[in-house]
């Protein structure tokens, strides 16, 4: 699965933690879903569309294998 | 994330303190042989079968021993619980999921080092192997989980 949270988070000027802040996580889990590393919980995915204002496809999609 | 077994985060500290000071402890009790006298007292002994001091054998007895061999093993172990199963500052998920990995990690890393060292080490040096493999599973545990959560934090923006 790959995501554009990077992207979303330059649209809205944040750096990581005041995304990690505004989404309750810590900085970690923002830099491991940006690279990749690790699949968020759907209720994270969630919060994480509903904090840009974008649907959950619009941010997360699969990747063709 | 709710967890039910973390403790909150100020003990991470005090299990610092505990848990280095129990390895210091312990490290120079390994290089003196155990034959530190300091602190003995009396104390409450379930079941002893000693092949030397069979004067003390038997069941609940009071014996004497010096229990600072006893105290730092206590300290490793409390301290290693506290500092590997409190509360991270902001804990979720992803720490969880680290937590988790780590422990896993460290059970089969230990073993693993076990089995190798029940084929190749013999005799009163396994003891040694003993004592160590006390305190390998949460040191290796800890090591790994601070590992991850440090390696994970760096690259930013």
Redesign the interface.
């Known amino acids: 699965m790959k995501n554009n949270i990077k992207v979303q988070r330059a649209i809205h000027d944040m750096t990581q933690a005041d995304l990690a802040v505004a989404i309750g996580v810590s900085r970690q889990t923002i830099n491991a879903m940006e690279k990749n590393k690790y699949v968020p919980s759907t209720l994270l995915a969630l919060k994480i569309a509903r904090l840009f204002k974008k649907s959950v496809e619009d941010i997360f999609s699969l990747e063709d294998e | 994330m709710k967890t039910n077994y973390l403790l909150p985060n100020k003990y991470k500290t005090i299990g610092w303190i505990l848990f280095v000071l129990g390895i210091i402890i312990g490290i120079f009790l390994f290089f003196s042989d155990y034959e530190s006298n300091a602190l003995t007292i009396k104390v409450m002994s379930i079941h002893n079968d000693d092949a030397i001091f069979r004067e003390e054998n038997g069941f609940f007895k009071i014996i004497e021993n010096s229990i600072l061999d006893e105290l730092a093993a206590l300290a490793i172990i409390i301290g290693g619980l506290f500092v590997g199963f409190t509360k991270?500052?902001?804990?979720?998920?992803?720490?969880y999921?680290?937590r988790k990995d780590s422990l896993v990690w460290a059970i089969i890393f230990n073993y693993t080092i076990l089995i190798f060292t029940i084929i190749f080490i013999y005799n009163f040096t396994f003891f040694d192997v003993l004592v160590f493999n006390m305190f390998t599973p949460l040191l290796f545990f800890i090591f790994r989980f601070n590992f991850l959560?440090h390696k994970?934090?760096n690259?930013?923006?």
């Open positions: 991270e500052k902001v804990e979720d998920e992803f720490i999921k680290l959560k994970s934090l690259y930013e923006e």
